[in-house]
Every structure is written in C-alpha cells, then in structure tokens.
C-alpha cells in the first residue's frame, strides 16, 4: 500500500518559518516527481512547489524566493521549507507523487494533508 504522510504544519505568525515534511512509502519514488499543493478555504488546489527525480524544482511565483522544496532519496522523503510566511499562505498543504518529471498533469498519489495558519 502506497502512502504519502505529511507532517510539521502548525500555526504561526506571520514572518515565521515551518518545515513541512512527506514521508513516502510502499514504493520506490526515484523516478516520480514529487510535489506539494495547497487548498485554501472557497479556493481551488494549486500547484506549490515541484521537485523531479533529479532534483530540478518548481515554484509558483507567489512562493518563490520564500519557500524551498527538496527531497531525499535514501529516506523517501520530501520537504518544504516555507519562510516569511504571509497570511495568505494559510491552507491545507499536501504532498503528491506522479510517475515522471512532468509538472503538469494528474498525481498518482495524494497524501491526506497538513495544516498551515498564518496569523497576522
């Protein structure tokens, strides 16, 4: 059974810092892309940030220069190290794994989500 669990959500204030973390398992992930999205209240899910199998990345604009995807092979996992966090980084964040590097397209596997708050 392949699992995706995400972890270190919490509240915090704005200018602060969270590392949020996915630990994978069931599968070798080598050769999938892996990447976290984020849900807000009356918002459709939106793509955060992708990481391919050999280490390239992806931002929204909205996150870059603030936020930092990375993965670690050995362990299965992937991280998201989010600084100056502003209110409007307030959601549900969660973790996705899809076969390949491609950032577009359908994710094969969803992790059940962390929650981040971010007071003002």
């Known amino acids: 059974q392949v699992l995706l669990v995400e972890s270190g959500g919490g509240l915090v204030q704005a200018g602060g810092s969270l590392r949020l973390s996915c630990a994978a398992s069931?599968?070798?992930?080598?050769?999938?892309?892996m990447a976290w999205f984020r849900q807000a209240p009356g918002k459709e899910r939106e793509l955060v940030a992708h990481?391919?199998?050999?280490?390239?990345?992806y931002y929204t604009d909205s996150v870059k220069g603030r936020f930092t995807i990375s993965r670690d092979m050995y362990k299965n996992t992937v991280y998201l190290q989010m600084n100056s966090l502003k209110p409007e980084d307030t959601a549900v964040y969660y973790c996705?794994?899809?076969?390949?590097?491609?950032?577009?397209?359908?994710?094969?596997?969803w992790g059940q989500g962390t929650q981040v708050t971010v007071s003002s």
């Open positions: 990481i391919s199998s050999g280490g390239f990345t």
């Open positions: 069931g599968r070798t992930f080598s050769n999938y892309g």
């Open positions: 996705a794994a899809k076969y390949g590097n491609r950032v577009s397209g359908a994710y094969d596997y």
